[in-house]
Structures are given as structure tokens and as C-alpha cells.
């Protein structure tokens, strides 16, 4: 099992800038891809970025040119640079992590973090 422990989310400004962190513990393998989710009140969950085990990223449309996820695979930790922040960033933030072992995909979630931005 793998445990994903989310920090660095709280309330900020239009503007302002956050840097979340999820860092992966626990019965760890081989992590694959991680990766960051949000989900705003009423709405469905939705990719936010994520990062293959060879550094490869991809973003929303949404957050391109603001958010940044980069990854430390020695600490088991994944990154993500907010910035320029919006109202409609407003969300609960939930990292993801993809383990495989001997050929079979396990999908972990942490327990979110709510970023909250003012106008």
C-alpha cells in the first residue's frame, strides 16, 4: 500500500502563487506517473498536470503558462507551482500517483487539499 500525504493549499489572493506537495510512503515499488486533480463544488473531478517517471508533462488548457508540476523521484514527491492564480482555480486538489508491479496498475489518491482564491 501507498500512502500520499497533500500540503501546501490554503487561501491566496487573484494573483498570488501556491506550491503543492504530495509526498508517497509506504509498500513503494515502482512509481509510475503522478499527477494532479481538482475538483471544484458541483463539478467533476479533472486533470490538472501530470508527470511520467521520465520527467514528461502534460497540463489542462486551463493552467498552461501558470502551473508547473515537476517531480523528485528520490523523495517520492510531486510539485505543483501555482501561479497567477484565478477564482476558477478555486478547487479541492487531489494528487495521484500510478504504481506498477509485476504488470499491474495500482491508482492512489491523497485526501486533497483545498486551494481557495479570492477575487
Known amino acids: 500500500q501507498v500512502q500520499l500525504v497533500e500540503s501546501g493549499g490554503g487561501l491566496v489572493q487573484a494573483g498570488g502563487s501556491l506550491r503543492l506537495s504530495c509526498a508517497a510512503s509506504?509498500?513503494?515499488?515502482?512509481?509510475?506517473?503522478m499527477g494532479w486533480y481538482r475538483q471544484a463544488p458541483g463539478k467533476q473531478r479533472e486533470l490538472v498536470a501530470h508527470?511520467?517517471?521520465?520527467?514528461?508533462?502534460n497540463y489542462a488548457d486551463s493552467v498552461k503558462g501558470r502551473f508547473t508540476i515537476s517531480r523528485d523521484n528520490a523523495k517520492n514527491t510531486v510539485y505543483l507551482q501555482t501561479n497567477s492564480l484565478k477564482p476558477e482555480d478555486t478547487a479541492v486538489y487531489y494528487c495521484?500517483?500510478?504504481?506498477?508491479?509485476?504488470?499491474?496498475?495500482?491508482?492512489?489518491w491523497g485526501q486533497g487539499t483545498q486551494v481557495t482564491v479570492s477575487s
Open positions: 509506504g509498500s513503494i515499488f515502482s512509481i509510475n506517473a
Open positions: 495521484n500517483v500510478v504504481e506498477v508491479v509485476a504488470g499491474v496498475t495500482y491508482d492512489y
Open positions: 508527470i511520467t517517471s521520465g520527467g514528461r508533462t
